[in-house]
């Protein structure tokens, strides 16, 4: 296993959840770590990505000013700081790796990603 997701679980309305990503020396070395999720019923979005290379930091329009994406190079993990929840964020989110550098555009792409975690549930009760 390359990608392991963990740090889901329920939390109240305006809650905070820190989810972390550990990953293999060899695919944390990736350029891009990013976060996705899945609600029921709908597709896989995009939530955030962290370009080593390019020093880009992307957040999805719904997260933006509440949710914080990190990287720990010494523990070969990724983070993703959950702050102010609301239940419209109630999904599994999952962990994401590419391996080379991609136009900025193209990180909020689910398939412009070569690894993928197993995902972690979130629930946010109102």
């Known amino acids: 296993v390359q990608l392991q997701a963990s740090g889901g679980g329920l939390v109240q309305d305006g809650g905070s959840l820190r989810l972390s990503c550990a990953a293999s020396a060899r695919t944390?070395?990736?350029?891009?770590?990013?976060?996705?999720?899945?609600?029921?019923g709908k597709e896989r979005e995009f939530v955030a990505a962290n370009s080593r290379g390019g020093g880009n930091t992307l957040y999805a329009d719904s997260v933006k000013g509440r949710f914080t994406i990190s990287r720990d190079n010494a523990k070969n993990t990724v983070y993703l700081q959950m702050n102010s929840l609301k239940p419209e964020d109630t999904a599994v989110y999952y962990c994401a790796a590419r391996t080379r550098?991609?136009?900025?555009s193209a990180m909020r792409l689910v398939g412009s990603y070569d690894?993928?975690?197993?995902?972690?549930?979130?629930?946010?009760?109102?």
């Not at 944390?28 to 029921?40: K, V």
């Not at 550098?101 to 900025?104: L, P, Q, T, Y």
């Open 28 to 40: 944390f070395t990736s350029d891009i770590m990013a976060w996705f999720r899945q609600a029921p």
């Open 101 to 104: 550098r991609i136009i900025v």
């Open 115 to 126: 690894s993928w975690g197993q995902g972690t549930q979130v629930t946010v009760s109102s």
